[in-house]
């Protein structure tokens, strides 16, 4: 393999998003010689899509929010699914990982004492997300990433890993990769990788999610020897644009919904004080007139139904248009135009505003949204350690989306960019620990040439299908039959379209060559979304119950014996292996936290 480029270093970081360079500055600052490698360009990321805010009980505009109050609402959003550890690790240690932001560079917006603003999002009890209009990702993505080039750490672009080295003990030596652009294979050789590769919503045709996003390092954790946990629990957000359909999924930011946008059905009816749950019903304005009068009087009124979770706002949409009460494209209305003045509009949402004009030639300062659900977020991911991010494979560490545990059945808005910014920190500064002491770490030959070889073996191929036909009819299988509600009928349904699919992979032919070649890309990206999209239909058959973002219609509602359990998902053969763990024990402190008022 002589012209194999062969890089060594402490840390390898796989993506570039927010968990990614944070993880990776952080094992840098503590004296490991660290890269980062991603799909795309730096700055790139799918990160920037995260529009809405940071969430952090900083107090800057509520003082009696605090920690406690934020993992009690990720507690309760998560269904208590949620690792307990891991949602008050996330909730202590937000704010102090905002105001690094700050202190880096990070221009957010103000309060009018000169504070970082905050601002409403569903299922958070206080305004709490720090913002940067609705373009808080980009603003997050800009300042790790100027830290990052100021730091000198080095960063492998367009450049995608396809397997992750062990050594003889299982412990991670290294990863395999190759040049996007010229098809140049590269070797690295690292005692400890992270995984901040992010989510798996490419396997869905309606999706929010860019093109990196084809489960990548949830399926290396599996073939390495990790398990992932809660697969079953997807998020589909609420509001993706749905016309027209060049655009269908695009994601309208809950931002809309926090600023004053209601949503409406097509006989302009707020349907969503038709969907209330019973626990969030002390919580939740019940008329329209209890609901106005709660942006301007915060404090003494109960919050709009517009900003519950994630999940009980897209089974409420996904209800209406099934009862043909939907907008004339299969979504409803979303109407921030009859509440807002078009300077309000535009100064806090001016991504909106532009995306609309531009895409489907809507003024959303003049006229409504159609939204409807869109694949957006998976809870579920590697099972890694509270406190280290550390997976069960010696060497290994995930952070950010790739990670699960922390969000339980359901993620709410803007704790995704927290989790990344609190867990990228403690998976750097583990893996940079880990480095230090272990091992030198030794890259077999043998499975270099087969790594090698199995990327190569696209070419070699004559008369098979193309790699755009396969990654077709999985997205419409997984729509279609793994989507926002699912059946038993229709999960089996699904899991015998992925056998056969799993066939036609291994007979993908791909021509041309290796340069810019997005056929080949795409070939090696199948096999990781075949693998993960099983994952998540066994997940979603095995539990049989509905909770968070898994909405099963021939088990409606949450079953108590399923409240204590988490499905783990690990390689078994060419197959997945299931099997059920009770969830950790909460300390009687923290219990206490959800009896407590306000």
């Not at 890269?35 to 790139?44: D, E, F, N, R, W």
């Not at 609705?134 to 396809?162: H, K, N, P, S, W």
């Not at 014996?561 to 997945?576: A, K, P, R, S, Y």
Request: aromatic share 8%; glycine share 10%; hydrophobic share 40%.
């Amino acid at each position: 393999m002589a012209d194999l480029e062969r890089h060594d270093y402490d840390v390898v970081v796989i993506g570039a998003g927010g968990a990614g360079l944070r993880a990776a500055i952080e094992a840098h600052e503590r004296g490991a010689r660290t890269a980062v490698v991603c799909k795309s360009l730096l700055g790139k990321a799918h990160t920037v899509m995260a529009e809405g805010g940071i969430a952090a009980a900083m107090g800057n505009v509520y003082p009696e929010d605090n920690w406690r109050v934020h993992f009690r609402d990720t507690m309760r959003g998560g269904k208590m699914l949620n690792h307990w550890r891991m949602a008050q690790l996330h909730a202590q240690e937000a704010p102090a990982r905002v105001r690094e932001l700050e202190d880096w560079g990070a221009l957010f917006d103000r309060t009018p004492d000169g504070l970082i603003s905050q601002r409403d999002f569903g299922g958070h009890r206080y305004a709490r997300l720090a913002h940067v209009g609705d373009r808080t990702g980009l603003e997050l993505i800009r300042t790790l990433q100027q830290r990052t080039v100021a730091l000198g750490i080095d960063v492998f672009m367009e450049c995608t890993v396809t397997r992750l080295l062990t050594a003889d003990d299982g412990a991670i030596s290294g990863a395999f990769a190759y040049r996007r652009d010229s098809g140049q294979f590269l070797a690295f050789r690292a005692p400890a990788v992270v995984l901040a590769t992010g989510g798996i919503g490419k396997s869905y045709t309606v999706t929010s999610n860019s093109w990196e996003y084809t489960g990548d390092g949830h399926s290396l954790a599996l073939a390495a020897g990790a398990s992932l946990i809660n697969m079953e629990f997807l998020q589909f957000h609420p509001t993706g644009m749905v016309w027209p359909p060049s655009v269908r999924g695009i994601l309208v930011t809950e931002s809309v919904r926090g600023d004053g946008g209601v949503l409406k059905n097509a006989a302009g009816n707020r349907f969503m004080f038709d969907y209330i749950p019973d626990y969030f019903r002390k919580e939740t304005a019940e008329t329209e007139e209890e609901a106005d009068r709660w942006y301007t009087d915060k404090k003494n009124n109960r919050r709009p139904p517009e900003l519950l979770p994630r999940d009980e706002v897209a089974r409420a949409i996904n209800s209406e248009v099934k009862a043909d009460r939907g907008s004339p494209h299969g979504g409803v209305f979303l109407d921030i135009a009859s509440r807002r003045d078009a300077d309000y509009v535009q100064k806090r949402l001016p991504s909106m505003y532009h995306q609309f004009k531009e895409l489907a030639e809507v003024d959303i300062t003049a006229e409504a949204m159609e939204v409807g659900p869109t694949c957006h977020y998976v809870m579920g991911g590697v099972e890694v350690h509270p406190e280290t991010a550390a997976a069960s494979v010696t060497g290994l560490f995930a952070a950010g989306e790739v990670a699960g545990g922390m969000h339980g059945s359901n993620r709410l808005g803007g704790n995704s960019l927290s989790d990344l910014l609190v867990f990228g920190r403690r998976a750097g500064t583990a893996a940079a620990g880990h480095a230090a002491s272990a091992p030198a770490a030794a890259l077999s030959e043998t499975a270099l040439a087969e790594a090698e070889t199995a990327a190569l073996a696209p070419f070699g191929r004559q008369g098979g299908e193309n790699p755009y036909t396969v990654q077709h009819d999985l997205q419409e299988a997984m729509n279609s039959l793994v989507g926002i509600i699912r059946t038993a009928a229709e999960v089996e349904q699904a899991l015998e379209r992925i056998a056969e699919l799993k066939v036609r992979v291994q007979a993908l032919t791909v021509a041309g060559g290796r340069h810019y070649n997005p056929g080949w890309h795409l070939a090696l990206d199948l096999p990781h979304m075949l693998r993960v999209s099983e994952c998540v239909a066994r997940a979603a058959l095995e539990r049989q119950e509905s909770r968070g973002g898994h909405t099963r219609e021939d088990f409606p509602g949450p079953r108590e014996e399923w409240g204590q359990l988490n499905v783990l998902c690990t390689l078994f053969g060419d197959g997945i292996g299931l099997h059920r763990k009770p969830l950790p024990g909460m300390p009687p402190e923290l219990a206490e936290i959800f009896e407590e008022s306000g």
